[in-house]
């Protein structure tokens, strides 16, 4: 049987200083992880390149990179620009991007890459009609 322990991985949490990623590294902490969680502006592949390089430096090539940087509007939908709309699609887009590519390069061999969909964020409780 395979074990699915987390216990002594190293784990890489982007956009983790605070909020979702500070939640998800003191969690995997607890249950024997080495997590980091770095806030990062991630919408250039030299900041992600630079984050990957950063926390290597700090605890060792990461088995498990989570990415959770995301622009969320906390507004009704409906009162959503196209402009505002655009710079959000635009972020998360290259975010997530940006960082499943560095991390398809630099996560241990059998790793896993996981980045979190920012929709369903952006539509909870804001589908007012």
Sequence with gaps: MTSHSIEGKVVL????????GGLIARD??????????????LTTAAAVEKLFADAIAAVG??????????????????????AEYDEMSAVNAKTAFFFIK???????????????DWFEELMDGHLEA
């Design 28 to 41: 995997l902490a607890q249950q024997g992880a080495k997590a980091v969680a770095i806030q990062a502006d």
């Design 102 to 116: 560095e991390a398809g390069k630099q996560v241990n061999d059998n790793g896993k890459v996981l980045t979190l």
């Design 61 to 82: 090539k990461p088995d498990i990179a989570i990415n959770t940087v995301g622009k969320v509007l906390k507004k009704p939908i409906t009162e959503i620009s196209e």
């Design 13 to 20: 949490i982007a956009g983790g200083a605070k909020n979702l």
